[in-house]
Each structure stands twice: as C-alpha cells, then as structure tokens.
C-alpha cells in the first residue's frame, strides 16, 4: 500500500520558468492538502482539494499559484513565473476523511530551488 | 489566528540522555495537538497526537500530555538514540472555512544526538 507520492524529488528552475508539482494520495484518500516549508520555518498551509473541488485556498498566493485535483490523475500544484522567494520544500498530505484529526500522511516532498 | 511556539533548536544530547522540547500554543476552542518528526530528506511522520485536554499521546517511547491550564504540549522521551536525531515539529488542528481541519505548525526543533 503505497504511501503518498509526490514528484518530482527536486526541481530545478530559471525565474520566470514554470513548476509543476504532484502528489498522488494514498490509495483511497480524496482528500489532500499542499503545505510549504520556507528555510528554517515550519509547514505552512496552503490549500486543500477534494477531487475536482477546491475546498479552501486560503494559504495561497494570490498570483501565481494555482491547484487542481481532477477526477483521474494526481493532484497538481503550479507555480509561474517562479521567483527566488518559491524556493522551498512543497508537502502534500491526504486524509481518508475531511477531518485531520487523525493525522495526515505526508509525501517526502518536493524541493523547488530557484536559481 | 492560532499559532504554535517551540523551543528553539538546535538540541544536541548524548545517547541515554533525557528530551524535552517545549510546545506552547495559542488558540480558541479546543484544537487537537500533534507531535510530527522529520527525518533528513524525508516528509513529516506523525509521532504521536492528542485531542482533549489531559490525554496523553505515546509512541516509540515519546510521549506528550495535553495541558490546557498551561496550553502547553511539552515532548518527553526518557532515554534518546542516535535514530531520534531528526526535527520535531509541534501542531495544532484549526478549523477552515471550508469546514475541514488544516495543521498550524511550529517552526520546528532539531535534535541532534551523539553516541
């Protein structure tokens, strides 16, 4: 039972390029949230999805950044026209249920460097 | 908002010797409160939860008591090894206005420990 995936490990990009980030849930998990993880701080929240559905976005940019879960596939996170200040460690985490309560299962991240 | 304060890190013990990292927060209601660690290179790995006051959360020798008259969450381990070196995060559940619960997160406490 796989865990969450997310991918790429890490990514490179030029400013001005565009990142793409996924995350697959764990298998029956339609729940998943996009954290951030600046240098040196903690998780920040950023935005949590049910399939096709935007639940609450409240984290996030407000330009630049989007997100989707779509009915097949895994959930994507967008960044363009990536500057320096969007490098950072990006976790996804799924839940079975709405409630986090029981703790989330997060992916191994994905580590975006802006250079 | 709610927020979560830690000690600042970093920890650095000798194998054997007695953990506390310090977790304090700030919140309306009654949030559950976690304990999450991350090993270098990896994602978050829930360590152990509590969701009422005066619960105590266990597990792999760690433990944390749910304070509410202190709104505190300190982590205890009696004896560390050079394997809990890693950092550990302190969190609190939030309701969003989605109606889920998100994670508020600690900036995180590294812990180093030498044999």
């Known amino acids: 039972n796989a865990g969450v995936m997310q991918n790429p490990r890490h990514l490179v990009r030029r400013r001005g390029q565009e990142a793409r980030l996924r995350c697959s849930p764990m298998k029956g998990h339609s729940h998943v949230y996009w954290y951030r993880q600046l240098p040196e701080e903690g998780l920040k929240f950023m935005v949590y999805l049910q399939k096709e559905n935007i639940i609450d976005e409240s984290g996030m940019p407000k330009e630049r950044f989007s997100a989707e879960f779509p009915k097949e596939g895994p959930s994507i996170l967008r960044i363009q026209q990536v500057v320096r200040g969007d490098s950072a460690a990006y976790f996804c985490?799924?839940?079975?249920?709405?409630?986090?309560?029981?703790?989330?299962?997060f992916g191994s991240g994905t580590r975006l460097t802006v250079v | 908002g709610n927020s979560v304060t830690q000690m600042e890190g970093p920890v650095t013990l000798s194998e054997e010797a007695f953990l506390t990292i310090n977790c304090t927060y700030t919140a309306t209601g009654y949030p559950s409160l976690f304990w999450y660690v991350q090993y270098p290179g990896e994602g978050l790995q829930l360590l152990l939860k509590a969701t009422k006051a005066d619960d105590k959360g266990s597990n792999k020798g760690f433990e944390a008591t749910y304070r509410k008259e202190t709104t505190s969450f300190h982590l205890e381990k009696g004896s560390v090894q050079v394997s809990d070196s890693a950092v550990y995060f302190c969190a609190l559940s939030e309701i969003t206005q989605g109606g889920s619960e998100k994670l508020v997160f600690g900036k995180g406490t590294k812990l180093t420990v030498n044999p």
């Open positions: 985490a799924s839940s079975l249920t709405w409630t986090g309560s029981y703790g989330y299962t």
